[in-house]
């Protein structure tokens, strides 16, 4: 009776994989996790400090809709500062509550129903929802291992259609820590161009670049214009529970784009955006040093995986590593149940990121070299049954 009264497009929506699986981990005792892609590093304390003082001053009260004005100065002095682009203050920027709304508001206000959104697979979780929601349609590209899983010219081009209205990039990549470097978007400029597509670029990773600087499209001049970078201080700032993301975007994307945000947010919560205030001002250091940790994690998990004869790649950004477990024989789902049950590790199947994740696991390493090492031992003990 009250399914009849639900929204025909929020019934068809599937649970996100990530979600079910861990509500499963949960249930069991002693459960050595690999999955949550969270840091396990405690937001830095001089931001909590700062936060902390805010609410002591009495400033509790709501912010302008677009966040407060000295933080959109500092995401731009950040911007310049780290990746060489320029925005203005006022007229490029919002803060939002996480990354996760500022995708949600930016595809609701440049969708029209019909409109193609082309999606990466593997990709996060929350893409092909959000473009569902916003009355979108999803078209995919599967990304392949054997090209490090970067988008090429060839792929872009054959699945533009006279619907195609964006394109959602991820780089660095949740779940596979792919990325694309300045060559790698190159070819993918004049197509972009010529089709006058806007690119909804989820950089919430571009901190975590190992081995060269992060490059966004926005770099490139002539899509600058039509590029909506999208990232926040969940990771590279271990904010996660802060919910605090921003956008920037040209100002005719950002004065549509506030609209929806002033309706249904009003404003991100005012403590937590004086925290990013310190974070981005005073930070550096901690990012620094989180990232070399992240990569001296890397390195161990992936020659760990290696060599009890799951064929990983070296991913180049983010906090995650995609193993190929397709010598097990096993589905993506199989291998985690029985991974959880026989040795009470969990990772995540990769079919929860699309079907072009069938036949991996996403692993992340924010989590101690220690933690790591007693989950290798384990997976290395499940692994013996498939030699």
């Not at 990530?18 to 304390?45: C, M, Q």
């Not at 700062?50 to 004005?69: D, E, V």
């Not at 995986?305 to 180049?316: D, Y």
Request: one cysteine or more; hydrophobic letters at 40%; a negative charge.
């Amino acid at each position: 009776m009250y399914e009849e009264l639900l929204s025909d497009k929020v019934k068809v929506l599937k649970p996100s994989g990530i979600r079910k699986f861990f509500d499963l981990a949960a249930t069991r005792e002693g459960v050595i996790s690999l999955g949550v892609g969270e840091p396990d590093f405690a937001t830095p304390w001089h931001i909590r400090e700062a936060a902390i003082y805010s609410i002591k001053q009495g400033k509790t009260f709501y912010t302008g809709n677009a966040g407060l004005l000295p933080l959109r100065r500092e995401i731009c002095s950040y911007m310049h500062r780290q990746f060489n682009l320029d925005y203005d203050p006022v007229k490029n920027v919002i803060v939002t509550v996480g990354g996760s709304e500022a995708i949600d508001i930016t595809l609701r206000a440049i969708v029209n129903p019909g409109d193609e959104v082309i999606l990466l697979q593997p990709c996060y979780v929350a893409y092909e929802p959000s473009v569902i929601l916003a009355d979108g349609v999803p078209v995919f590209i599967e990304l392949k291992e054997e090209n490090q899983f970067k988008l090429t010219a060839q792929q872009l081009e054959a699945a533009i259609t006279d619907k195609t209205k964006a394109i959602l990039l991820n780089f660095p990549s949740n779940p596979t820590g792919g990325v694309m470097t300045r060559e790698d978007y190159a070819p993918l400029i004049p197509i972009i161009k010529k089709h006058n597509l806007i690119v909804i670029s989820d950089e919430i990773y571009a901190e975590l670049s190992y081995s060269e600087k992060h490059c966004s499209p926005a770099n490139f001049d002539e899509i600058k214009d039509l590029t909506i970078i999208i990232s926040g201080f969940s990771k590279a700032f271990a904010m996660t529970g802060w919910r605090l993301g921003y956008m920037l975007a040209n100002e005719t994307f950002i004065t549509q784009i506030l609209k929806i945000h002033q309706y249904v947010i009003m404003s991100a919560p005012t403590a937590a955006q004086f925290g990013a205030i310190e974070g981005l001002r005073n930070g550096q250091r901690h990012v620094d040093e989180m990232v070399e940790q992240y990569k001296l994690r890397r390195n161990f998990i992936v020659n760990g995986f290696n060599r009890i004869g799951l064929k990983t790649h070296m991913p180049e950004g983010a906090f995650y590593i995609f193993p190929s477990i397709k010598c097990t024989g096993l589905s993506s789902l199989e291998f985690c149940e029985r991974l959880l049950e026989e040795q009470n590790v969990a990772c995540v199947p990769g079919d929860a990121f699309g079907s072009a994740g069938e036949g991996y696991i996403r692993v992340s390493y924010a989590y101690s070299i220690e933690e790591i090492k007693g989950a290798l031992e384990k997976i290395g003990e499940f692994m013996k049954q498939f030699q």
